[in-house]
């Protein structure tokens, strides 16, 4: 696989409350143009100009989200998907100052950590609207993964981040298909998808299940946190 020069993360649910899981997940991309090109043919064939997100279903989208994950799936050389499902039990916040958004910036060090073999001299963009004025997601990442954690596996420095850049999500379609992956994941672990009045459930013939055909995972249940691959 060619270098991983593009991330894009995004987050599920909140750190020690709500939901089962917590999740980060991570598209890592090697060529951005095919993929924008193949999201773009999506959207040409349902006429959909909308914001890509998982949150958010109706018939409709349902059918555009099941034809982006089709059309991307055909590019599967250029791109992966990992993600990281932390249990709620397991999270203590008192870890983290009671700071949630250093858990968020931990767990999504974390993945990459363990998940970023091949990426090189990469940007990493996130959704704006998530990071908060005191977060420091942008330094913490790019010291701890070009520094702290080679140097705590005796590792020589390499750069693997280049920046961190927070992006408005309405304006990059992978940073929108991060997050229907990462809502993907989220659904394979039980979480219902969509608001109250048009919600996607784990059936065969859902979203989830769609992209379960293009990309292959399984589940089974645990409390430990588990990386996810695609």
Not at 42 to 68: C, G, I, P, T
Request: proline share 4%; glycine share 4%; hydrophobic share 35%.
């Amino acid at each position: 696989m060619k270098p991983i020069r593009f991330l894009y993360q995004d987050e599920s649910d909140e750190v020690g409350r709500g939901q089962t899981y917590f999740i980060v997940g991570l598209l890592m991309v090697c060529e951005r143009e095919p993929l924008w090109e193949a999201i773009q043919r999506a959207r040409d064939h349902w006429h959909y100009a909308n914001e890509l997100h998982f949150s958010k279903m109706s018939d409709l989208r349902q059918r555009v989200y099941e034809s982006v994950f089709e059309e991307v799936a055909k590019l599967k050389p250029l791109f992966r998907f990992h993600a990281l499902a932390v249990p709620r039990s397991e999270v203590s916040l008192a870890h983290f100052g009671e700071q949630s958004h250093l858990a968020y910036n931990y767990f999504t060090k974390l993945l990459l950590e363990h998940r970023g073999q091949n990426v090189a001299d990469a940007v990493m963009y996130t959704d704006a609207k998530s990071r908060i004025k005191e977060d420091n997601f942008l330094e913490y990442l790019a010291v701890e993964m070009n520094l702290a954690v080679p140097f705590r596996k005796r590792q020589q420095p390499r750069r693997v981040l280049k920046k961190v850049e927070p992006v408005d999500s309405k304006l990059d379609d992978l940073l929108q298909l991060a997050d229907l992956l990462t809502g993907c994941v989220n659904n394979r672990l039980g979480h219902t998808a969509g608001e109250a009045s048009n919600r996607c459930d784990a059936r065969p013939n859902r979203s989830a299940s769609s992209k379960r055909r293009a990309f292959g995972y399984g589940s089974r249940k645990s409390s430990e946190p588990r990386f996810l691959t695609s």
